[in-house]
């Protein structure tokens, strides 16, 4: 069975650093692309960023280019995403979701159970 | 960036009825490269359609997708109580693979 199991929530200040992980199982993690999506409190989904395992291939929506780094470590079959100084307007739930076929041109599934983060002074 | 434009907002319906949910592209999704999603409250999404009109694997019969080019459509066609939630449609042919804003299906 495809998991993907996400680290649990966090609640941070603004201006300080954070990695959330997603660990993948029950598939060849080097071989599909798996990427973020953010939802804000009450609202829709956005697409972030996707990463390609086998080669460290990432694309980042520009919406979220510079504002991200999407990364993976094929040794624990895990992805990361990671700020380098949090924003109150980071606060959203974060999924990690799998593409569904061996190309970038996909649909995600399965997703992984989210990982909220709460940004706050 | 492909926008995908889902109406209606919100959609109030009883279990039994057919509901319709229509996803529209600024540009054409060619290839039929769309999904739908269904988000029950407190969960992740579950994919239902991909490619427009396939169904994911364990996805009841009453779920159909359809359309092309730059005008989708989701039908469920007799509701039941474990339908009601938020549609999303997203396309995965140009980059960033953009998701539309969403439907609300609520009991009526």
């Known amino acids: 069975e495809v998991q993907l199991i996400q680290s649990g929530a966090e609640v941070k200040k603004p201006g300080e650093s954070l990695k959330i992980s997603c660990k993948a199982s029950?598939?060849?993690?080097?071989?599909?692309?798996i990427g973020w999506v953010r939802q804000m409190p009450g609202k829709g989904l956005e697409w972030m960023g996707i990463?390609?395992?086998?080669?460290?291939?990432?694309r980042y929506s520009p919406s979220f280019l510079g504002q991200v780094t999407i990364s993976a470590d094929k040794s624990v079959s895990t992805i990361y995403l990671q700020w380098s100084s949090l924003k109150a307007s980071d606060t959203a739930m974060y999924y990690c979701?799998?593409?569904?076929?061996?190309?970038?041109?996909?649909?995600?599934?399965?997703w992984g159970q989210g990982t909220r983060v709460i940004v706050t002074s | 960036e492909v926008v995908l434009t889902q109406s209606p907002g919100t959609l109030s319906l009883s279990p039994g009825e057919r509901a319709t949910l229509s996803c529209r592209a600024s540009?054409?999704?060619?290839?039929?490269?769309l999904a739908w999603y269904q988000q029950r409250p407190d969960q992740p999404p579950r994919l239902l359609i991909f490619?427009?009109?396939s169904r994911a694997p364990g996805i009841p019969d009453r779920f159909s997708g359809s359309g092309s080019g730059t005008d989708f459509t989701l039908t469920i066609s007799r509701l039941e109580a474990e339908d009601f939630g938020v549609y999303y449609c997203?396309?995965?042919?140009?980059?960033?693979?953009?998701f539309g804003q969403g439907t609300k299906l609520e009991i009526k």
């Open positions: 490619g427009a009109s």
């Open positions: 979701a799998r593409h569904g076929v061996h190309t970038a041109n996909s649909w995600f599934d399965p």
């Open positions: 990463i390609y395992p086998g080669d460290s291939d990432t």
């Open positions: 540009q054409s999704v060619s290839l039929s490269f």
């Open positions: 029950g598939y060849s993690f080097t071989t599909y692309w």
């Open positions: 997203q396309q995965y042919l140009h980059s960033p693979f953009s």
